[in-house]
Nanobody, 128 residues
Framework: QVQLVESGGGLVQAEGSLRLSCAAS????????MGWFRQAPGKEREFAAA????????FYADSVKGRFTISRDNAKNTVYLQMNSLKPEDTAVYYC?????????????????????WGQGTQVTVST
């Protein structure tokens, strides 16, 4: 069990970049798959990116593929989301989430209910 705190959100112009961080406390992120989800005003929560235990495997929603990069540093107990070429439609509250235990396959990374621990979110606003 870990507690997650996101940071790095803010206001940025279109085509700009932000780097979000998700820091864990109360436990280690080793053996946790990690995901980033986002929720825009009036819309459903959606999957953005995920990374496996070791960082060897990453997964992205089509809407962010090629622009966002998820990574992790288990020694620092931190997961990152590098966001480049931001668009106004990327505006949302971004949440990090952790999933403990092992899962075979890859499709589950995209499912919010698979994750055990969630942060409080950080606001990202992309202006036109």
């Amino acid at each position: 069990q870990v507690q997650l705190v996101e940071s790095g959100g803010g206001l940025v112009q279109a085509e700009g970049s932000l780097r979000l961080s998700c820091a864990a406390s109360g436990g280690t992120l080793r053996n946790y798959a990690m995901g980033w989800f986002r929720q825009a005003p009036g819309k459903e929560r959606e999957f953005a990116a995920a990374v496996s235990w070791t960082g060897a495997a990453t997964f992205y929603a089509d809407s962010v593929k090629g622009r966002f990069t998820i990574s992790r540093d288990n020694a620092k107990n931190t997961v990152y989301l590098q966001m480049n070429s931001l668009k106004p439609e990327d505006t949302a509250v971004y949440y990090c989430a952790a999933k403990g235990g092992f899962r075979m396959g890859t499709t589950w990374y995209r499912i919010a209910t698979e994750y055990d621990n969630w942060g409080q979110g950080t606001q990202v606003t992309v202006s036109t």
